[in-house]
């Protein structure tokens, strides 16, 4: 399966979805903020990055934005808490291949992961 970084600044939600991702076979990473996410991202090289928006230092926005200017061809995904259409379209602008709201539901971030890696379905 695929090695994945979570970035989020809440230890709990990082856990919560760690779980998830265990279930389903990944191997996964993890980063308490945007900053250490990207250094995290650049050493491991993790085939998906799963991003908060609302961190300290550097927020999900600006992690997607830094992705976008350097051409990473690294997938991401945002999760949120926020479900303003406005912040979705803004992360999509800044190369998420999508947004699903916390906490994920099991099956649609297993469809997510399988869609954003070029797998098809679960």
């Known amino acids: 399966m695929a090695k994945i970084l979570i970035v989020d600044d ?15 076979g990944h191997e996964v990473i993890e980063a308490d903020s ?3 996410g990207l250094a995290m991202l650049r050493e491991s090289r993790p085939e998906l990055v799963l991003v908060d928006l ?15 200017q350097e051409s990473c061809p690294i997938p ?8 303003q259409e406005t912040a979705k379209q803004q992360c999509l602008g800044l190369g998420a291949f999508r947004v699903l709201n916390k906490p994920p539901k099991e ?3 297993h469809e997510t992961i399988n869609l954003a890696l070029g797998e098809g379905g679960p």
């Open 34 to 36: 945007g900053a250490s």
């Open 10 to 24: 809440s230890s709990f939600q990082r856990r919560l979805v760690r779980g998830l991702l265990t279930k389903l």
């Open 54 to 68: 609302l961190m300290p230092e550097l927020s999900g926005y600006e992690v997607l934005e830094r992705l976008q």
């Open 107 to 109: 099956k649609l971030l």
């Open 76 to 83: 991401r995904v945002v999760l949120t808490a926020d479900v």
